[in-house]
């Protein structure tokens, strides 16, 4: 699909990123979709906390969202506690 319709990959698999790689497809994580949608006004950062919770309560917080979740979404969670 992303080569017919020229679109952009958003996956958290990352046998999915190599995937796309492979076929230079651009690939995001979709933690920095999430990211885009809260910059530019789509999603507000209650949702990005109810999306956060709801991936930690269910056992599906990626690793690459846990890694930026005080950093990428710092206005939301604060910043990495010490």
């Known amino acids: 699909f992303g080569q017919v319709r020229q679109a952009m990959v958003a996956t958290d698999d990352l046998g999915m990123h190599k995937l796309a790689e492979d076929f ?3 690939v995001f994580h ?3 979709v999430l990211k885009k949608m809260l910059t530019a ?11 956060y919770r709801a991936l930690e309560v269910n056992g599906d917080l990626p690793r690459s969202w846990v890694e930026v979740k005080h950093t990428a979404f710092k206005k939301v969670f604060g910043p990495k506690p010490k």
């Open 30 to 32: 979709c933690h920095e």
């Open 24 to 26: 230079e497809l651009p």
């Open 41 to 51: 006004k789509v999603i507000d950062k209650s949702l990005v906390a109810k999306i």
